[in-house]
């Protein structure tokens, strides 16, 4: 496991408002749940390419596992009226050395304050640290949002195997 396991940082929204970017952890699961269910159906197929709204025991456990060294994921979480609650999380899978593909997800109540791009920040530094060479991403071409968050950390796009995504690629230094 990396030190990625015991990521933590502040930081602050375009509104003052603070969150906290960490490390999940497995007792997360619930809070994420949490989150889907306060995400509409149009955040949801931008994340994951079809309606998605409920999850099997294996694809929980898939996205709840993490090893920190070849899948690393994070969330950010700000104070609510009944704690902490997930507004956010963003992920990175090695799947080929030196090479991760990164998702991010938002709740919608939060978009456009600077959640995506606090989350990309923290995962190309987790990723750079870790010794990767290069971060790529599948986005639907209509999620002008995350196409815009992507090209503002350098995304570039390049070819495509999917006629119906834009792929695109950072090269880490």
């Known amino acids: 496991m990396s030190e990625a396991i015991n ?32 995400t509409s159906a149009q955040s949801l197929q931008r994340r994951f390419f079809v309606m998605k709204r409920h999850f099997s025991d294996r694809e929980r456990a898939y996205f709840m596992d993490i090893d920190f060294k070849k899948h690393v994921a994070i969330v950010a ?10 507004v956010g999380s ?9 090479r991760a593909e990164m ?8 978009q456009g304050k600077g959640v995506g791009s606090i989350l990309m920040r923290h995962l190309i530094k987790i990723a750079s640290d870790a010794g990767l060479q290069e971060l790529t991403a599948e986005v639907l071409p209509g999620n002008a949002g995350m196409l815009k968050v992507f090209g503002k ?12 995504t834009i792929h695109l690629a950072l090269k880490l230094a």
């Open 153 to 164: 950390f350098g995304f570039k796009p390049v070819s495509r195997r999917d006629p119906q």
């Open 7 to 38: 990521y933590t940082a502040r930081e602050l929204l375009r509104d003052g408002s603070e969150i906290e970017i960490r490390a999940l952890r497995q007792e997360d699961e619930s809070d994420m749940l949490a989150a889907i269910g306060q």
């Open 103 to 110: 998702a991010f997800v938002v709740i919608d109540a939060w």
């Open 90 to 98: 963003g992920r990175y899978i090695v799947f080929e050395p030196g």
């Open 77 to 86: 979480l700000t104070d609510g009226a009944d704690g902490k609650a997930i």
